[in-house]
């Protein structure tokens, strides 16, 4: 069962302006200091470990982590906003409308009042990011499964075998930041910020879908719950905040639907671009195409692989995780699996699936030591820098 979450110490931030609520803040950083200590720990030795392997071989590590892949179309929307444009060998269109606008915005808002470019400036977005979703994920695995749980959950994602990206100027923090403090504010019940925190969340990255869905769903649940047991007297009224917070938490996601809309007069504009980008929902087709177009060793290995995900999928629905918690989880796995996308994006676009590491975070505190919980993490923080060096400088996910 989860923990009674301690009461003497609030875990999220309050607004800073009060006195007291200055008090409260720094009680709450205190608290989640453990975790955002590990966290930046173990992320440090992924990116000295990278260092080290782009120095030895040449390479500039800088421009790697914010001058590649994704990141330039980022900074392409920032510096000249939306209408680039790359037509493919097979005619293929991609567009920079594919690219959600949160990220670019507040690269641009910082170039233009600090000395750094769109590039420092994304990645300053990225790490900041990093130590607020490890802060917001801390918060949650303490609320439902005490301290020590929260500081190992939040320590697990930044070991996760893609944790390199946590480092890149992507939206994959940025978007897990928003993602785990909307969740902690539903546990909460604090409905408005947590669909305040969507609308931010829906403007960075198509999977808040995912986010809308536990808010969504979990308000439902509230309100079938109510009206079964006889609560039908005021129960618009009584859950009014609840149900503002759930309108209000698609807007983000619907107003850039409409823009890309309004901008290319289709109704379905938008996802007539994330098909040319070979994103579109296919059900899984294209997961099975892949997998079993592999040498048969290949094939076994993600087999298993899914099957292993599967299984931890399973453990979070018999850890009886809260509903909102366990929707979003879930849901971002399968939005990561019924895409038509590119493989080797698949383990990124899962990662802000945090809730999937609360069964191992349990589970690695049933050492009872805190010595062996430490050691069994620093040894996965080498793992993950080792693939995220080797991935870096290779041509990408392999």
């Given at each position: 069962?989860?923990a ?60 790697l ?32 409308l ?15 009042v ?16 990093g130590?607020?979703?490890?802060w ?6 303490a ?11 939040a ?10 990206v ?34 931010l ?15 969504g ?9 109510e ?7 005021g ?12 309108v ?17 007069g ?11 980008w ?11 195409s ?18 292993a ?38 383990p ?5 699936a ?10 690695l ?7 062996r ?20 400088l ?5």
């Amino acid at each position: 069962m989860p923990a009674d979450p301690s009461p003497q110490v609030t875990l999220a931030p309050p607004h800073p302006e009060h006195p007291l609520a200055r008090g409260r803040f720094a009680a709450a950083l205190a608290a989640a200091g453990p975790a955002l200590g590990a966290y930046a720990a173990v992320r440090a030795v992924g990116l000295v470990v990278f260092w080290a392997a782009a120095s030895a071989g040449g390479k500039d590590a800088l421009h790697l982590l914010s001058e590649r892949w994704d990141s330039i179309w980022y900074q392409r929307v920032a510096e000249n906003g939306y209408g680039y444009t790359v037509t493919l060998p097979d005619v293929g269109v991609h567009s920079d409308l594919a690219f959600f606008p949160l990220l670019p915005a507040l690269e641009r808002g910082i170039a233009e009042v600090t000395p750094l470019g769109l590039a420092g400036a994304g990645l300053l977005v990225a790490w900041v990011a990093g130590l607020l979703a490890a802060w917001g994920i801390f918060a949650v695995g303490a609320r439902l499964y005490g301290r020590r749980a929260g500081v190992v959950l939040a320590a697990l994602w930044g070991v996760y075998p893609t944790a390199f990206v946590q480092s890149m100027a992507y939206t994959e923090t940025l978007f897990t930041a928003l993602a785990a403090w909307s969740l902690y504010c539903v546990l909460t019940r604090r409905w408005i910020v947590a669909g305040a925190l969507c609308v931010l969340a829906g403007l960075t990255r198509p999977s808040a879908a995912a986010l809308i869905a536990a808010l969504g769903v979990t308000a439902a649940v509230a309100l079938v719950r109510e009206y079964r047991a006889g609560a039908t007297d005021g129960l618009v009224r009584r859950n009014g905040r609840m149900l503002l917070g759930v309108v209000i938490a698609p807007l983000g996601w619907l107003a850039y639907v409409v823009f890309v809309a309004v901008r290319e007069g289709s109704a379905f504009a938008y996802f007539d671009v994330q098909a040319q980008w070979g994103n579109s929902i296919d059900g899984g087709a294209a997961l099975a195409s892949f997998i079993f177009g592999l040498p048969l060793p290949g094939m076994l290995g993600l087999c298993a692989a899914l099957a292993a995900l599967g299984w931890l999928v399973s453990l979070c629905v018999r850890q009886r995780q809260p509903l909102p918690v366990l929707v979003y989880g879930i849901a971002v796995v399968v939005i990561s699996l019924i895409g038509s996308g590119y493989f080797g994006s698949r383990p990124r676009l899962m990662m802000p699936a945090f809730p999937l590491l609360l069964p191992p975070a349990v589970a690695l505190l049933r050492l009872r030591s805190t010595a062996r919980t430490a050691a069994v993490v620093a040894v996965l923080a080498v793992a993950s820098a080792a693939y995220g060096a080797w991935t870096l400088l290779g041509s990408g996910p392999p």
